[in-house]
């Protein structure tokens, strides 16, 4: 019998730990003489309570949720990919590839071209520490972590030399043909009278990252495949007994990790930027491994725990411009948050299962 209830595990665990780093950040919010509670007004009216704000913190978001996916798809299969950041890269080659070279009549054919074009890239990446992991034994945290630094090498490459047009100083592509661009929030929902998310980033592509969270639920819970998953990530020797192959999950899961991963190019090449640039993904790949801890790996968990980390990068913008607050100090927010959830998980996990085994002793 499970010492929890699922649920517990998936929300309250995690809203705890966010508790316990927000604690902390308050008191070094304090200790830069500043008043944390004013900051966290600031960061709520920034971040949320405007649409504009919605839109930044849906922009970003997105992002998280597509890395977050990826790396939660790779726990389950009891590996560690680290490289959502240089798989990423490599999705937003492929979506400039797409939008550039294959002439759309309009937006929802592009978007379903360039989706592919991204996931195919950033599969393609995930593919070689995949095999190496099967085959060769390599590490795949060492050799995921080592082709980020290679992606971006490559990137930087094409973009100087192959793809940048003729005359240009910008490390980037041509902007995309009109055709290929997607609606904003602000094409989508505001009107004459109401001007919502006027300025914001976020796009069509927010809806495909829903899609890419039901696709996920689906197939790990619902399918053979993801049962097969599962299976490999709780015992790989037990596993193999049941005549499960190693090296075929170990390589499926890592192509639909890096698949996840490429397809966050799609929101910030096709749908912000409209055209491939050098930092075009921002950190979201290492970010995507906080959300898939504080998701529990779980596409709801990665779906709440992305909007939470797009809070914080809206809202650390929104302390940075109007307080003495560094926006840095959001990267010790996240970093705190990681360490409940991550390193600190069964501080509060275990208090909490007592709590659970007392409860069901009364009812019992």
Known sequence: MDK???????????????????ALSALVILGIGENPVDAFKL????????????????????????TGLAVSVAFHSRMFNIGGEGQAMLGGLGVALVCLYVPWPNWYLAILGSAAGAAVFGAAWALIPAY????????????????????????NYILVNLLRPVGAMDPATARFPEATNLPTFQDMFATPDNPLFRGAPANVSFFLALLACLFVWL?????????????????????????ISGTKIIVISMLISGALAGMMAVNTTQGES????????????????????????HPFGVLLAAILFGFLYQGGAELALWTNIPRELIVVIQAL????????????????????IALRRKEG
């Open 43 to 66: 960061m709520v009216e920034g971040a949320l309570m405007r649409s504009s704000g919605w839109g930044y913190t849906l922009y970003y978001a997105t992002n998280f949720i597509f």
């Open 132 to 155: 190496l992991q099967a085959k060769r034994g390599s590490h795949i945290v060492i050799t995921t972590i080592m082709f980020n630094f290679i992606a971006a090498a490559l990137l």
């Open 337 to 356: 948050v990681i360490l409940f959830t991550g390193a600190l998980d069964n501080m509060v996990r275990m208090p909490l299962e007592r709590i659970f």
């Open 4 to 22: 929890m209830p699922a649920w517990a595990d998936i929300v309250l665990i995690p809203i705890i730990s966010l508790l316990l780093a927000a």
């Open 274 to 297: 409209e055209r491939l640039i050098l930092n075009m993904t921002e950190g979201a790949g290492f970010i995507g491994i906080a959300v898939a801890l504080m998701g529990r790996n």
């Open 219 to 243: 197939l790990i819970w619902r399918t053979r495949l993801g049962y097969e998953i599962r299976a490999f990530g709780w015992s790989e020797s037990a596993a193999k007994y049941a005549g």
